[in-house]
């Protein structure tokens, strides 16, 4: 019973939260895709393919801070001052405004606020079987595990191979991270990790 009464209220505030966000922050939202669009031309948003609850893929929305063709010439991963990423994109990344899209990933119910952050295909079929655990849990737009790595690019960038380090270290941390976190999460839990992410920024 404990385990249905939070997640109906995990999902009650959730999807408020998500309507007010999309609405208060519509103006900055024009504001940024302006921006983007100005500074090169391309597309505004960028929908990564992920791995969600129960392992199903779903597309999620940010804005691009990348070249058009980011895909094409380099890895998942972004390393340091990655030479992909846009003059607007580097301004948008620092204050993680680029993560404000999947307040809509929110809304329709395929992410919460706080969850693991969901990773790509070619990541999770990496996964061990106890790893795996981590995809009954909803993924979310921030955990204590983006916290922890909030400046994961500029650990990476210290790395000689930045996606053996990730795959091997940094990874495996993160999905430690937050199946030790949904042991005991609460609502108010979730609450304070929101709080957390927002002092940081």
Known sequence: M???????LKRTFDATAAAIG?????????????AIKLDD????????????????????????TMSVDADQRGPA???????RITRIGATLRRFKLDE?????????GEMALVGPRPE?????SLYDPEQRQVLALTPGITDRASIKYRNESELLSSSEDPEMFYVR?????????NLDYERTATFWSDVRVILATLIRI
Not at 120 to 124: I, M
């Open 2 to 8: 404990r385990t249905w009464t939070r997640r109906l």
């Open 22 to 34: 999309v609405a208060a922050l519509a103006p900055a939202g024009l504001a940024v895709a302006a």
């Open 41 to 64: 031309g391309g597309p505004i948003f960028y929908r990564q393919e992920r791995v969600g609850r129960d392992g199903k893929r779903f597309r999620m929305w940010k804005f691009r």
């Open 77 to 83: 991963l972004t390393v340091g001052s990655d030479r």
């Open 100 to 108: 404000l899209p999947q307040l809509i990933n929110v809304l329709v």
């Open 120 to 124: 790509v295909p070619r990541y999770v």
């Open 169 to 177: 270290a940094v990874m495996p941390d993160k999905i430690r991270i």
